[in-house]
């Protein structure tokens, strides 16, 4: 199995700047994909990014040129880069890990809030 932990969600004023982290372990030889969903209270949750082994990478239109998805695969961390944040990005941010085989894994979520 796969665990994943996740760090750097907090409290920031609009237009700030955070750095998700999420870090895996276990068998992780059998991830390829990686990425970050999110949920507001209420909503559906939706995908922010994703990237693969390679490092190609895709984004959800409302977050294209503001968040910036990487991987450093010999760390088996992905990270989001999040810049000019807006009030609409609040959420619990989720990272996952897929084997594209077994099950997907799931991080316990990290709460991101964007102040007006």
């Known amino acids: 199995q796969v665990q994943l932990v996740e760090s750097g969600g907090g409290l920031v004023q609009a237009g700030g700047s955070l750095r998700l982290s999420c870090a895996a372990s276990?068998?992780?030889?059998?991830?390829?994909?990686m990425g970050w969903y999110r949920q507001a209270p209420g909503k559906q949750r939706a995908l922010v990014a994703g990237?693969?082994?390679?490092?190609?990478?895709n984004y959800s239109d409302s977050v294209k040129g503001r968040f910036t998805i990487s991987r450093d695969n010999a760390k088996n961390t992905v990270y989001l880069q999040m810049d000019s944040l807006k009030p609409e990005d609040t959420a619990v941010y989720y990272c996952?890990?897929?084997?594209?085989?077994?099950?997907?894994?799931w991080g316990q979520g990290t709460q991101v809030t964007v102040s007006s």
């Open positions: 276990g068998s992780i030889s059998s991830i390829n994909a």
């Open positions: 990237i693969t082994r390679g490092s190609d990478t």
């Open positions: 996952y890990a897929d084997s594209g085989f077994g099950p997907r894994y």
